[in-house]
């Protein structure tokens, strides 16, 4: 299953990579793969941004613009300000998302 | 029932009596730890139903800290989870016939990934609960087996310079943590990758669903009293002729957007969840037009408008619990579709009081 093309964030920049191969671990759609000794970009519409691969690089070579793909949490952060986030319900009304 | 006292790790705990889901005790190096069974009870079974279907899932918690299952020992793998009880249990379960340490983080009640995506299954709190339990007397390993999908929110290099522990990202499910580790900590491409299968999707139908009829009654309320409106006031007939194929719709509306749309999700033509919500839409009110055959063409024209839009805006909701949607993809999804949102209840208001103006012969 896909989303919209072309629009993740997902960047990899090549000469900081060091090939350890933690992305690919880590990345719960195989957005990656090795090529030689360094991780390139295979499957750039499988990447949803959760941010996995960005945080456990060591090497700094992974940029995404981590956020929650959640059209209710984008909704209520244009409405209310902030962040987009899970909080939506903020505990109220009992109907939180996750 | 006889009280337990524990020397267990300051801070393990906030409360020393036997959690109801624990079932004894173990020594470890560091004291008493509680121990749990890996067979779910119909209860923990029941909790799960719950979770699934009510806001039970909201404080569905057990209390963060170290856990035993089995007669783990030094040497003995250390998974770690989130406290929602249901993400627990699911972890304990899979682990069943093993002796192994559960470290449970204070995730607020929330699942890893979910968790992972706040920060609170985060580096932050892994080294804290590390530290309040003492692993590192506790065990010889110094390797500490997490969920893959709680990598959103830990980075393993910190973790490791911060208490010498190396982080092992295990399987996506638990269900798979016993292979993993009987082949030497290695994930299959399969363990690593979140699918999404009909049947994931079906367990999400009712959480999507509930909340939504929670909402109805405000919809048929507005529906019942624009179509009962007469110059003499409230008519309770016209309300319901006019009313009862609009509140129909609203309910089709609701089961094409937050049920058909999730089932059917792989199967329906583009890739947009606002498309593929007003594509079930269009189909739904279709096929219940026929129920309704005489229809009034202005009323035809807020029921094409409103309800495949409506099923739309419902079916985008769903982005929010998939495991694919991407925020920058949401981002673009919603620049096109709230003005189109917008403009059609605009226009579905407006034809509705043409409507009303004619019935009532005003002009």
């Known amino acids: 299953m896909k989303y919209l093309s072309k629009v993740a964030s997902l960047k990899l920049n090549a000469q900081k990579c060091v090939g350890c191969g933690m992305c690919l671990e880590v990345c719960p759609h195989n957005v990656l793969r090795m090529e030689g000794r360094k991780a390139v970009i295979a499957d750039l519409d499988g990447c949803m941004e959760c941010g996995a691969c960005m945080t456990n690089c060591a090497f700094g070579a992974i940029t995404v613009n981590k956020g929650v793909g959640c059209a209710a949490a984008i909704i209520n952060s244009i409405l209310y300000g902030g962040e987009p986030s899970c909080d939506c319900s903020g505990g109220k009304n009992g109907d939180s998302c996750c | ?363």
């Not at chain 2, 979910?114 to 299954?121: E, P, R, S």
């Open chain 2, 1 to 363: 029932m006889p009280e337990i006292k524990l020397t267990i790790a300051p801070g393990t705990f906030k409360a020393l009596e036997k959690p109801p889901y624990a079932a004894g005790t173990v020594q470890s190096a560091t004291g008493k730890v509680w121990q749990v069974p890996a067979e779910l009870t119909t209860a923990d079974k029941f909790g799960i139903f719950r979770c699934r279907t009510s806001s039970f899932r909201d404080n569905y918690k057990v209390e963060p800290g170290l856990y035993a299952i089995g007669q783990p020992g030094g040497a003995s793998d250390i998974i770690v989870t989130a406290n929602y009880k249901y993400s627990f249990d699911v972890v304990r379960h899979a682990l069943k016939g093993m002796s192994a340490w559960i470290l449970v983080l204070d995730t607020k009640g929330i699942n890893v990934w979910c968790a992972a995506g706040k920060g609170t299954f985060g580096t932050a709190e892994l080294i804290k609960r590390m530290s309040l339990v003492h692993l590192e007397k506790l065990s010889e390993r110094k390797t500490i087996i997490l969920p893959q999908l709680g990598a959103v929110g830990v980075s393993a290099h910190e973790v490791r310079k911060a208490t010498g522990f190396r982080v092992v990202y295990g399987p996506v499910h638990a269900k798979d943590l016993k292979a993993f580790i009987s082949a030497g900590y290695k994930a299959t491409k399969e363990m690593r990758t979140m699918e999404f299968t009909i049947t994931n999707r079906m367990a999400l139908v009712p959480m999507e669903v509930i909340p939504m009829l929670k909402k109805y009654p405000f919809f048929a309320l507005i529906a019942l009293l624009a179509f009962g409106l007469e110059p003499s006031g409230i008519l309770f007939k016209s309300a319901l002729g006019g009313g009862l194929p609009f509140l129909a719709f609203g309910l089709g509306s609701i089961f094409t957007g937050a049920a058909l749309t999730p089932a059917l999700l792989p199967f329906i033509p583009a890739r947009s969840f606002a498309a593929k919500g007003w594509i079930m839409g269009v189909v739904g009110t279709g096929l219940l037009m026929s129920v309704f055959p005489h229809f009034n063409p202005i009323l035809l024209g807020i029921t094409l408008l409103f309800f495949p839009m409506a099923s739309s805006y419902i079916a985008l909701q769903f982005t929010g619990s998939t495991t694919f949607t991407g925020m920058s993809g949401v981002n673009k999804e919603l620049k096109t579709s709230i003005p189109i949102y917008l403009v059609s209840v605009a226009v579905s208001v407006l034809l509705l009081i043409v409507y009303k103006i004619i019935e009532w012969r005003i002009l």
